[in-house]
Nanobody
Framework: QVQVVESGGGLVQAGGSLRLSCAAS????????IGWYRQAPGKQRELVAN????????YADSVKGRFTISRDNAKNTVVYLQMNSLKPEDTAVYYC????????????WGQGTQVTVSS
């Protein structure tokens, strides 16, 4: 079973930047898709960005142009979420999610990392 562990959260002022890392227990090229979700207090978990095994990326409209998801091609097991121009509304717990499998799709969530953006 695949395991994923997030890191890189913290407190930052509005307009600042953070980079989150998601370390997988397998090469990310074996995953169907890996991505980031977030959940703010009192709100549903929502997709932030993901990347497919072929390299196609997808972003929530609210983060387009500010966030970038990328793979570490050297390490092959790490995915990053570069977050620029952060806003207070980006405050949430950010979760890494990995999906894999051919006939049956499995998924694994990380434990989450807190991102807090102060105004």
């Amino acid at each position: 079973q695949v395991q994923v562990v997030e890191s890189g959260g913290g407190l930052v002022q509005a307009g600042g930047s953070l980079r989150l890392s998601c370390a997988a227990s397998t090469t990310i090229f074996r995953l169907n898709i890996i991505g980031w979700y977030r959940q703010a207090p009192g709100k549903q978990r929502e997709l932030v960005a993901n990347i497919r095994s072929g390299g196609m990326t997808n972003y929530a409209d609210s983060v387009k142009g500010r966030f970038t998801i990328s793979r570490d091609n050297a390490k092959n097991t790490v995915v990053y979420l570069q977050m620029n121009s952060l806003k207070p509304e980006d405050t949430a717990v950010y979760y890494c999610n990995a999906k894999w499998g051919t006939y049956i799709e499995y998924e694994k969530w990380g434990q989450g990392t807190q991102v807090t953006v102060s105004s």
